[in-house]
């Protein structure tokens, strides 16, 4: 003989009660994996030094340019002995300089045991590529998050707003990266039309997780229609 079912609805009370069990519960296991997956710990920079400047190039067809203001700054080291230091630098053109329409490449090579960092989604280098667009819109971010496991958290936050005040001044810059590689991060720049009325500075950094000695070497590049002009520099450290 079929039994026969009747619906039974639970009160009203119960249903909010399961209600708010269920955002209690989403809203805890959203929180465990923010904590697990992407928090992040404010660290200060506990040692720095400064990268020498290099000897000043001279321009085919005239000027010239130097890489200056380099420094080298770097964070406590987490359990592993592993930590991260930034490495920054300015490369500054003489006003008048024959660089119309050049081709700069920058490069920084990081120590022997480290690589470029990451940030959420992308390298650890700055500035970004800008593509079409005048690198002057591209601001100096005040912070950065780099990936390494210390404090309990995933990433360092980390200053980056006192390395410059602007990536450059000068309208009409653009900014390109090279193809990623773990040991060394290149910019490719390209300049505007004429020879600069007042002095063109190109700031970069780039962002290093490391077990060794922070170090790092710099060099830029300079092609116009009359020839190239190169720079470089290295600097080291202290432990």
């Known amino acids: 003989m079929w ?21 209690a519960t989403v809203a805890a296991a959203l929180l465990a994996t923010e904590s697990a997956g992407g928090s992040s ?14 000897r000043p190039a001279a321009i085919p067809g005239g000027g010239s ?19 991260v230091y930034r490495a920054s630098a300015v490369l500054t053109i003489d006003a008048g300089s024959a660089v119309g ?13 480290a690589e470029l960092g990451r940030t959420v989604n992308s390298r650890g280098a ?3 590529s800008s593509g079409e667009y005048n690198l ?17 958290a995933e990433y360092a936050s980390l200053e980056f707003e006192d390395a410059f005040e602007a990536f450059t001044e000068t309208p009409g810059v653009v900014v390109s990266w090279a193809p990623h590689r773990e040991k060394s991060q290149e910019w490719q720049w390209g300049l505007p039309k004429g020879r600069p009325a007042q002095p063109l500075s190109l700031g970069f950094a780039s962002f290093w997780r490391a077990t060794g ?6 060099s830029c590049t300079l092609e116009n229609d009359s020839g190239a002009a190169a720079v470089r520099t290295a600097g080291v450290l202290k432990q």
């Open 126 to 128: 700055f500035p970004r």
């Open 101 to 113: 329409q050049a081709r700069v490449r920058c490069r920084m090579r990081g120590g022997p045991r």
């Open 41 to 54: 710990v404010k660290l200060e920079w506990v040692r720095s030094g400064s990268i020498p400047d290099s």
């Open 65 to 83: 340019m130097q890489l200056g203001n380099g420094e080298l700054k770097a964070i406590e080291q987490n359990v592993e002995g592993e930590y």
């Open 136 to 152: 002057t819109k591209q601001g100096v971010p005040g912070s950065v998050g780099i990936r390494l496991p210390i404090r309990g």
């Open 213 to 218: 000695p922070a170090q790092a070497q710099v």
């Open 3 to 23: 039994s026969v079912l009747t619906e039974t609805r639970p009160p009203r009370g119960a249903i909010a009660v399961v209600v708010v069990g269920l955002i």
